[in-house]
């Protein structure tokens, strides 16, 4: 049962330039969640998809914009980047929330380390 | 601002048991505690999760205090490979995925 994958695993960038992240979410999920984590820090939410529609959003500019395809995957698309934005870009898969049952736990990739100079 | 509080790190000898708080002193009624660990260079890992009761798993057993404002992580018998950053987020029962990740603890198992 494969879990979740990421690809590239990493990436270098200059400023300026746009970059597509790839998600492959686990077997028998439909939803799934990007998130940016800076060195020495925990995940930071940057979006949700399900239905391929992004659900909810965290505080990241409209730089940041996503997509969800049928099967489930996902990528994550930034443009003009910044310095700032070198990171590991993390995705994370689950079952639609049911509020009749605990939140499905999140299952993680091992990301895509993002640099940019 | 993170709904969790924990140390930023702690050490534990090889083979004895690890026991890592977090206080969430503002949990509401509907929100869940959830643990997941990070080991270096890879994705965080789903560990437990918890309501009001204690939880046990095969990986660790969660102590929620009575009135939830705190809670304890235990791993029984710790191994050189349960070195991570561990992570206790509040979550809430219906749909919610802006979960708020704090700086987590940094758990060093010693030989």
């Known amino acids: 049962d494969a879990g979740v994958t990421q690809s590239p695993t990493h990436l270098i960038k200059t400023r300026g330039q746009q970059v597509t992240l790839r998600c492959s979410p686990k077997?028998?999920?439909?939803?799934v969640s990007w998130y940016q984590q800076a060195l020495g820090q925990g995940p930071q939410f940057i979006f949700q998809y399900y239905e391929e529609e992004e659900r909810q959003r965290g505080n990241f500019p409209d730089r940041f914009s996503g997509h969800q395809f049928p099967n489930y995957s996902s990528e994550l698309n930034v443009n003009a980047l910044l310095l700032g934005d070198s990171a590991l870009y993390l995705c994370a898969s689950s079952l639609k929330e049911d509020r009749f049952r605990p939140p499905s736990p999140l299952h993680f990739g091992n990301g895509t380390r993002l640099t940019v100079t | 601002d993170a709904k969790t509080t924990q140390p930023p790190s702690m050490d534990c000898a090889e083979g004895r048991a690890a026991n890592l708080p977090c206080n969430h002193s503002?949990?509401?009624?509907?929100?869940?505690v959830y643990w997941y660990r990070q080991i270096h260079s890879q994705g965080p890992q789903y560990i437990i999760h918890g309501l009001k009761n204690n939880e046990t798993n095969e990986m660790a057993s969660l102590i929620i205090t009575e009135d939830r404002k705190s809670s304890t992580l235990i791993l029984p018998h710790a191994t050189l490979r349960d070195t991570a950053v561990y992570y206790c987020i509040v979550r809430f029962m219906d749909s919610n995925y802006q979960l708020i990740w704090g700086a987590g603890t940094k758990l060093i198992i010693k030989p």
């Open positions: 503002t949990i509401s009624g509907n929100e869940y």
């Open positions: 077997s028998g999920h439909d939803t």
